[in-house]
């Protein structure tokens, strides 16, 4: 069997250089039907391919409908006769920007929602990269999911090839089936997140890559599915507590916004931006924490670095420090560093000149 649809991006035979389209089918099914007759002495003539071929005609689905589901928010349509996929737009109310999904079948649900969203849709049919029906009409739900909170207090510890993790049960636990432990690796680019069910208050999951950036979250089951996922502290495999972030910089954006730098530290997951007030202010108080920052992988470059905005009255009023953590594990902070002088807006410095008369000036 032989064809000409296979790599080619100009091929006639194919929407996209390798899916067939109507010709590509025609030329599969004439493939077949030589295979038959020569191989098989099924039929005396091979399928002839006609000279014009019908086009495809895809229209827009109908019966689309959007409704409340145990797991979250449930939108079905009918299926489309010769449609390839589904493009559906989702957002929620009052948003102006769309996500979109390719869907091959005639359901989607939306999950991971909050009780009280209202989201809304809209569907049209797919037949490869150049055939595609109208939009519909915009349907919307609103979502009363069934399912249950994530746990509180999760605890994550990195080990040699994964990470162990705990949470606190929560005070109603008859209504719970498992708990799904999430994870995903930030180094692998689209790679999707695992899930491992555990019941109880913890485990621990094996089988990752050392030195790889794992983020990890933790989801409640019950009988109607998963619930919203709690965050965690992400972990880097294979490695322990960071040692604190060294070489801290901080360089002067506007006179609210700083932008700081650090030497990178191989065994952090991610950093903690820390500020307090300056000594000299009459109120000085504890540092409290600003941001989170992620590391972004295995191509993170040596200096690490976080643009901190908002800082009133002025960055001059405080002064910041940054710790890093692998799990809970998590080191003391740097040094503090504070924004040095600068001549910025309407700032003004006054200066005192002496005249030293017996030199003329």
């Not at 999950?111 to 569907?123: N, P």
């Not at 972990?235 to 730098?261: C, F, H, N, W, Y």
Request: hydrophobic share 40%; net charge negative.
């Amino acid at each position: 069997m032989r064809l000409h649809i296979g790599g080619q991006h100009h091929s006639e035979a194919a929407y996209d250089g390798l899916h067939p389209n109507a010709l590509g089918d025609y030329q599969l099914a004439q493939a077949f039907s030589r295979t038959l007759v020569a191989d098989f002495n099924i039929g005396r003539h091979e399928l002839c391919i006609p000279a014009t071929i019908p086009p495809r005609i895809v229209s827009t689905p109908t019966n689309f409908k959007a409704g409340s589901a145990p797991s979250g928010v449930a939108v079905t349509w009918d299926a489309v006769y010769g449609a390839f996929w589904y493009d559906l737009r989702v957002r929620l109310a009052g948003s102006h920007d769309w996500t979109t999904c390719y869907v091959p079948s005639n359901r989607y649900d939306t999950t991971f929602c909050v009780k009280g969203q209202r989201w809304e849709y809209q569907l049209r049919s797919r037949a490869g990269d150049t055939i595609k029906s109208a939009w519909s009409s915009l349907v919307s739900a609103v979502a009363h999911p069934e399912t249950l909170p994530a746990p509180n207090h999760i605890i994550t510890h990195a080990t040699s090839d994964g990470f162990l993790i705990s949470w606190d049960y929560p005070s109603d636990p008859l209504r719970i089936d498992r708990f799904g432990v999430l994870s995903r690796d930030r180094d692998i680019p689209g790679v999707f997140p695992s899930i491992v069910g555990i019941k109880g208050t913890g485990g621990r999951v094996a089988g990752l890559v050392s030195g790889h950036h794992y983020d990890v979250a933790v989801q409640t089951w019950n009988m109607a599915g998963g619930g919203l996922p709690g965050g965690a502290r992400a972990v880097t495999v294979g490695k322990g507590t960071p040692l604190p972030p060294m070489r801290l910089q901080i360089s002067i954006v506007d006179r609210t916004s700083a932008e700081l730098r650090w030497r990178g530290e191989p065994a952090a997951a991610g950093y903690r931006i820390w500020a307090r007030r300056t000594a000299t202010l009459a109120h000085p108080f504890e540092k409290r924490e600003l941001r989170d920052v992620p590391v972004a992988g295995m191509v993170k470059p040596l200096v690490d670095k976080a643009l901190l905005t908002g800082l009133y009255p002025s960055v001059w009023d405080f002064e910041f420090a940054v710790s890093a953590y692998n799990g809970n594990d998590e080191s003391d902070v740097s040094q503090w560093v504070i924004a040095p002088p600068s001549l910025v807006e309407d700032d003004s410095i006054e200066i005192d000149l002496d005249y030293a008369p017996d030199t003329g000036l």
